[in-house]
């Protein structure tokens, strides 16, 4: 299983990057996807998430309207528009793959990550 996150880097506020996570070595099309980031210091947050067929998505009040998460099952990724960026928007953003059957998901795979600075 892998998952590779690319597009983070340094944009000044106001700006936008467009995140993608590329997905292998799983059915990706039947995975709840999601962004997380975590500051320093801080504890890891959800960011964004969607459902297995995109059908669904949600947000953190902090995101909404800014960030908009979306999949394409074709291409095994996942991306996460970020526009009107701030500088608590940086931190190192990673990708996940959760599969739950039931209350219990014994599927739950992690990218390594990529940072994202705000900052002029």
């Known amino acids: 299983v892998q998952l590779v996150e690319s597009g983070g880097g340094l944009v000044q506020p106001g700006g936008s990057l467009r995140l993608s996570c590329a997905a292998s070595?799983?059915?990706?099309?039947?995975?709840?996807m999601n962004w997380y980031r975590q500051a320093p210091g801080k504890d890891r947050e959800l960011v964004a998430g969607?459902?297995?067929?995109?059908?669904?998505?949600n947000y953190a009040d902090s995101v909404k309207g800014r960030f908009t998460i979306s999949r394409d099952n074709a291409m095994n990724t996942v991306y996460l528009q970020m526009n009107s960026l701030k500088p608590e928007d940086t931190a190192v953003y990673y990708c996940?793959?959760?599969?739950?059957?039931?209350?219990?998901?014994?599927?739950?795979?992690w990218g390594q990550g990529t940072q994202v600075t705000v900052s002029s």
């Open positions: 969607i459902t297995s067929a995109g059908g669904s998505t």
């Open positions: 070595g799983f059915t990706f099309s039947t995975y709840d």
């Open positions: 996940n793959a959760l599969r739950c059957l039931g209350y219990v998901c014994p599927h739950d795979y």
